[in-house]
């Protein structure tokens, strides 16, 4: 259900606020309760009720907290009730289908046509392109395993000697070892020796400026082989040793030899931006009442 309520898009936008049903109109998915049972009513929308019993339900069904809860209740209502203004509306000797044939019913026949990967403004593709151009236009990229001991202008003199003596007792403790695996680095990161004293192993993938600074990066560059192991180099942030274990080469992809794989990656989450933005406007084309907490 997550993934077809995702491509609920401007269709119930005749639902109007606050209209009211008569005693025929009552829709069959309003829960009904044996006489004296007290389930109390947290919600309503339009007409529909929602049930503090409902809410838990719903967490039973896999909503992380009752407010999560609550909000997936009055969405799915908000949608049935549009399907019904919409003329989904039939009755029949056998009685209506149940809400959720409704809605489905209205996102393959209305929705599903318009949100496919094609249906995707490539103006909306090129905002991606350009929030992650360093995924396809960038140098080469050097993936090493590192050790850090940090610094930065804020830290206070006698931190600042504190470290520099670390950078230069590991640099010393390095020189000593044959050991050239990134593993090494990982278990000299653990040593309470060394970790104790601040010394932190990372991997990361580094270009000419980043994500660490071009001091560092030049050097970095520099590897090309496993176990190639740069000096200790030392920027405004800190000191850093890097070991080699692998590399990606420069690469430079235009927008329009990008576009496949930008509307593959990003269909999921536009289809889910349609749905939300839908939600935003029928929640304010109908009356929706919160009597008190989820639960």
Same mark, same amino acid.
């Given at each position: 259900m997550r993934a077809g309520r995702a491509a609920i898009v401007g269709l119930f936008l005749s639902c109007s606020r606050g209209q009211h049903l008569g005693p025929d109109d009552v829709p069959p998915w309003v829960p009904q309760r044996p006489a *004296?049972?007290?389930? =109390?009513? %947290? $919600?309503? %929308? *339009?007409? %529909? #009720? @929602?049930? $503090?019993? =409902? @809410?838990r339900s719903q967490m039973m069904a896999g909503a992380a907290n009752p407010q999560i809860a609550l909000d997936e209740l009055v969405q799915f209502h908000l949608l049935a009730e549009g399907a019904r203004a919409a003329g989904l509306w039939e009755r029949s000797v056998l009685g209506p289908p149940p809400k959720e044939i409704w809605v489905q019913r209205l996102i393959e026949n209305n929705l599903e046509a318009h949100l496919a990967k094609r249906d995707i403004p490539d103006g909306e593709l090129r905002k991606v392109y350009e929030q992650f151009k360093d995924e396809f236009v960038h140098p080469r990229l050097v993936d090493v395993a590192l050790l850090a001991v940090y610094t930065g202008v804020r830290m206070k003199p006698e931190a600042q000697a504190r470290s520099r003596q670390t950078a230069a007792d590991l640099k010393a403790f390095l020189e000593t070892r044959t050991n050239r695996s990134k593993e090494d680095f990982l278990a000299i990161a653990e040593e309470p020796v060394w970790k104790d004293r601040k010394v932190q192993f990372t991997r990361l993938v580094q270009g000419a400026d980043k994500p660490l600074s071009a001091k560092v990066g030049a050097q970095i560059a520099k590897l090309n082989a #496993? *176990?190639? !192991? !740069? #000096?200790? %180099?030392e920027d405004e942030t800190g000191f850093y040793v890097a070991r080699y274990i692998g590399q990606f080469p420069a690469k430079d992809r235009s927008f329009e030899d990008a576009r496949t794989e930008l509307r593959d990656g990003y269909h999921t989450h536009w289809r889910e931006e349609r749905f939300a933005a839908f939600a935003r406007e029928i929640s304010g084309r109908h009356e929706i009442r919160f009597l008190r907490g989820p639960l």
């Open positions: *004296g049972q007290v389930d =109390e009513v %947290v $919600a309503r %929308v *339009g007409d %529909v #009720p @929602i049930f $503090a019993s =409902e @809410i #496993p *176990g190639d !192991t !740069t #000096p200790m %180099v």
